[in-house]
């Protein structure tokens, strides 16, 4: 059965601090995307990291992939009371995109 | 702007009713369309791929006969909550990609809230 875990599931930061969400998953993949949802919306695409020791950032966000430990990171630098979210990593196993999503990590960042 | 349509945003109806939710690709042709299922505070379940012009596949536990999927052209997904009760309340998102294995992250519709009386 596949797993996408994420760690941890609910994070409250005060702003200025930084912090990093982790993404595990149990079987083989060397696609892996981040996405932010904020309440009552959709999903939208953060990062898409496509190799090992793939790294992509964006403002306040890094996120890295290391395949061979079948983990994903997404660092939170300086956390502003914007970023507050929800954050999800998803894998693709299979052609044709078909995603398997982590588990979620609810962030609030406290003014 | 939006490259994924989701129609309608938000549907209440009774118990027993069928629901149609209409999930377009708005600026390229997408063979393949992904159905998900998000309960209040939980993650996305990936429910069905819709595949244009033949049977979607769906994933293990959800009923094909109660979700009904037509993928008829290049452009337009349908999910049909059929005899819809309110267990099935729960927020339904489509996605779509540009296609193959793709670099690109899939686009996602906003969203259907449904709720069933």
């Known amino acids: 059965e596949l797993k996408v875990e994420q760690n941890p599931l609910f994070l409250s930061m005060q702003e200025g601090k930084n912090y990093t969400i982790y993404c595990n998953y149990s079987?083989?993949?060397?696609?892996l995307y981040w996405y932010r949802q904020d309440p009552g919306k959709s999903l939208e695409s953060l990062f898409v990291?496509?190799?090992?020791?793939a790294v992509k950032q964006e403002g306040r966000l890094m996120a890295s992939l290391d395949t061979k430990a079948r983990l994903s990171t997404l660092h939170i630098t300086a956390a502003v009371h914007d970023l507050s979210a929800t954050y999800f990593c998803a894998v693709d196993i299979r052609t044709g995109n078909q995603f398997y999503f982590g588990t979620g990590t609810s962030l609030t960042v406290i003014p | 702007g939006a490259v994924v349509s989701q129609h309608p945003s938000w549907v209440i109806c009774k118990s027993g009713t069928s629901v149609k939710i209409e999930c377009r690709s708005l600026d390229f042709q997408a063979t393949t369309m992904f159905w998900y299922r998000q309960f209040p505070k939980q993650s996305l379940m990936l429910m069905a791929t819709s595949n244009e012009g033949s049977k979607a596949t769906y994933e293990q536990g959800v009923e094909k006969d109660k979700f009904l999927i037509n993928h008829a052209s290049l452009t337009l997904s349908t999910l049909t909550v059929t005899s819809a009760h309110p267990e099935d309340s729960s927020f339904y998102i489509c996605?779509?990609?540009?296609?193959?294995?793709?670099?690109?992250?899939?686009?996602f519709g906003d969203g259907t809230r449904l709720s069933i009386l």
């Open positions: 079987t083989t993949s060397d696609r």
């Open positions: 990291l496509l190799s090992n020791g």
């Open positions: 996605s779509a990609g540009r296609g193959g294995l793709s670099n690109q992250p899939q686009h």
